[in-house]
């Protein structure tokens, strides 16, 4: 089956840095991809949409200058969380949605950022 | 807009008994639902998806929903519950843009 490769899977981080977390297609194109953010015990809150070569979309509420999105080619999405604070620390998955496929989307398997 | 609601943060049964997690949704247009599962520290695993036909779907690990129009309800069921099914459990619709949007979650506690 499809694989999405999400890294890494744990980071952990100084305040005021920057991080960088990677979301790849392992064997198939996916010209859209999802990040998603997941405190503990709670629900997946959609952070935002990209799309292959262009800006992404961002939901309400999530600041596009603090969580850096790029998807530059057609198997690569990253999320970067500039200036870390111990607040962002959190559990951050990607999914991604194969090009010219049905309605399936794939799962990373997740990366637990946190920031001290 | 699209929303779901999970009744029940935690459900508890013992080893063998059914499981039942129950999920509503709302949506504007004809609904794709899905089941997923999530161990700690892991991504998410699909368990079964509803997109059109067959209104009682099966899935993976003897788990399986029915999807009710008229009680806009997808509601998850596994007649004999084992310890390995501990674990969370999100329902979630999605848009035909994608977009999925998840339930709170349901906690699954197995005792023995």
């Known amino acids: 089956g499809a694989v999405v490769s999400q890294h890494p899977s744990r980071v952990i981080c100084k305040s005021g840095t920057s991080v960088k977390i990677e979301c790849r297609s392992l064997?198939?194109?996916?010209?859209?991809m999802f990040w998603y953010r997941q405190f503990p015990k709670q629900s997946l809150m959609l952070m935002a949409t990209?799309?292959?070569?262009?800006?992404?979309?961002?939901e309400q509420g999530v600041e596009k200058d603090k969580f850096l999105i790029n998807h530059a080619s057609l198997t690569l999405s990253t999320l970067t969380v500039t200036s870390a604070h111990p607040e962002d620390s959190s559990f951050y998955i990607c999914s991604a949605r194969e090009s010219g496929g049905d309605e399936k989307l794939f799962f990373g398997s997740g990366t637990q950022l946190s920031v001290l | 807009a699209q929303s779901v609601t999970q009744l029940g943060s935690h459900v508890s049964v013992s080893e063998g008994a059914l499981v039942l997690l129950r999920c509503n949704y709302s949506s504007s247009v004809p609904p794709y639902l899905f089941w997923y599962v999530q161990y700690p520290n892991q991504g998410l695993q699909l368990l079964l998806k509803?997109?059109?036909?067959?209104?009682l779907v099966k899935g993976i690990n003897g788990f399986e929903a029915e999807f009710k129009k008229s009680e806009t309800s997808f509601h998850l069921t596994k007649p004999s519950a084992h310890m390995s099914d501990a674990a969370e459990y999100f329902c979630a619709v999605r848009d035909g843009g994608f977009k999925t949007i998840f339930g709170a979650g349901t906690r699954l506690f197995v005792k023995a």
């Open positions: 064997d198939f194109q996916a010209t859209t």
């Open positions: 990209s799309n292959e070569g262009s800006k992404a979309t961002y």
């Open positions: 509803y997109t059109t036909g067959a209104t």
